[in-house]
């Protein structure tokens, strides 16, 4: 897909992100994101890899074109509470980006991380490692379903699962359970908050990330980018 271009900030679709669409609030919403992708980014700099500076290091429009998509999809609340994440991370000498690839390495090289990695991260506590699994399983179960409906779409994704996982290639769930353990309680409350919303109403978070990542990349909707995959 392409660069990032210029987009309305406003949420994906569905009850769960639904809140004041006025134009105040929308231009309030994106401004919060792009700042924490621009702050997320700067943090992803200084990540150290253990075979020198990753290509993906230095490919500012992807990094901001999957982050956006992400982050557009959440109400203020949540946006708010994870910026702030950030900035007390700084102020305590700690890298949420490097803490995320950290996590990742207790599926993609278990012994490294045991050695290496583990006795670095803070640790997590039983009942979070429990809420973070049922929120896991919920966004599995969105992007599997997604992929079903989407099949060239999903072709482009990571891979679904974590035993699916490589040292070089690390799937959706592994990359989400590294991310849930970066945020503090208070973001993971909302988090969740906003994965039983969408529950309740029938949306699936997958979709709204995807539908805003084609829009961003120029397409109208998923079916016409699915259709575009064929080229």
């Known amino acids: 897909m392409s660069a990032a271009t210029p987009f309305e900030a406003r949420p994906a679709g569905g009850a769960g992100v639904d809140g004041p669409r006025d134009d105040a609030a929308a231009g309030r919403r994106l401004d919060r994101a792009e700042e924490i992708v621009r702050h997320e980014w700067r ?10 500076r990753a290509n993906c290091q230095d490919d500012w429009p992807t990094f901001h074109q999957m ?30 980006l490097t803490e995320k690839y950290g996590r990742m390495m207790a599926s993609a090289e278990p012994e490294r991380y045991a050695r290496d990695i583990e006795s670095h991260l803070p640790r997590l506590s039983t009942a979070r490692v429990a809420v973070q699994e049922r929120i896991i399983a919920a966004q599995v179960a969105w992007a599997r379903d997604f992929r079903s409906r989407y099949p060239r779409l999903g072709d482009a994704m ?10 070089a290639d690390t799937s959706f769930e592994t990359y989400l359970r590294g ?8 973001t993971l409350r909302l988090y969740e908050d906003l994965v039983d919303r969408l529950a309740a109403a029938g949306e699936n978070l997958t979709e709204l990330t995807l539908l805003t990542t084609v829009r961003l ?3 109208a909707g998923l079916a016409e980018a699915e259709a575009a995959q064929r080229d």
């Open 158 to 167: 990571r891979l679904l699962t974590s035993d699916q996982d490589t040292v």
């Open 43 to 52: 943090q992803f700099q200084v990540v150290a890899n253990e075979g020198g």
């Open 67 to 96: 982050r956006i998509s992400q982050f557009l999809t959440w109400p203020q609340r949540l946006l708010d509470s994870y910026a702030r994440d950030l900035d007390e991370a700084d102020a305590l000498g700690r890298n949420l």
């Open 217 to 219: 990349a120029g397409h």
């Open 179 to 186: 991310e849930l353990g970066t945020y503090s309680p208070r």
